[in-house]
């Protein structure tokens, strides 16, 4: 009897130390495998809880990485949607300035009068720099983390003219071929 209490008191020393050693390595950051239980006693349930406990810890970890990562990214995009607005009224006061200079040589020339001049160019090119620039200071715009109602063709098509200043993608055609009465869904 003596010697079986023995072996069983060295066992229990046994498996309570190596739950001793692992729950300090969870401390310290370890996530490895979990421990092998073997017991269906009470220290194996302790075993079982501290093998839940690493799994949660490990869990919990993921979690704060992805929101750390979910924010650092709203972060540069609020960085990058201010710069965009801000750029777009930069570039929109010369252009304002520009395209009524044009218009006003426009309405003002006779028949061939400024030919080199070409107001009617400077004016198409100036609306369209317009466009790019409102484009991309909508497209960069700070949206909300709450649900909002979406127009997903409006969504399709914003996301395609912006895809157009890709330099990737200006030898490819991208034809928007989008569902009549597409939804309004509500989404982040």
């Given at each position: 009897f003596g010697g079986v209490t023995a072996v069983f008191f060295s066992r229990v020393a046994a498996d309570l130390g190596l739950l001793e050693q692992r729950a300090k390595e969870i401390v310290s950051g370890y996530r490895g495998e979990p421990l092998e239980v073997t017991r269906r006693d009470e220290v194996g349930a302790l075993m079982r809880a501290v093998n839940r406990m690493a799994s949660d810890l490990a869990e919990r970890e993921r979690e704060i990485a992805i929101a750390?990562?979910?924010?650092?990214?709203?972060?540069?995009?609020?960085?990058?949607?201010?710069?965009?607005?801000n750029l777009a009224h930069e570039i929109g006061n010369p252009l304002a300035t520009?395209?009524?200079?044009?218009?006003?040589i426009n309405s003002g020339q006779s028949s061939g009068e400024c030919r080199a001049c070409r107001p009617d160019v400077i004016l198409e090119q100036t609306r369209r720099i317009a466009t790019m620039t409102r484009q991309i200071a909508d497209f960069a715009a700070q949206r909300s983390d709450e649900p909002e109602p979406v127009d997903v063709a409006g969504m399709a098509r914003a996301v395609c003219d912006f895809m157009r200043f890709d330099p990737r993608f200006r030898s490819t055609r991208v034809e928007l071929r989008l569902a009549q009465n597409l939804p309004v869904l509500v989404v982040v």
């Open positions: 750390r990562e979910q924010r650092a990214h709203r972060e540069k995009m609020v960085a990058l949607g201010t710069m965009a607005s520009i395209s009524a200079l044009a218009e006003s």
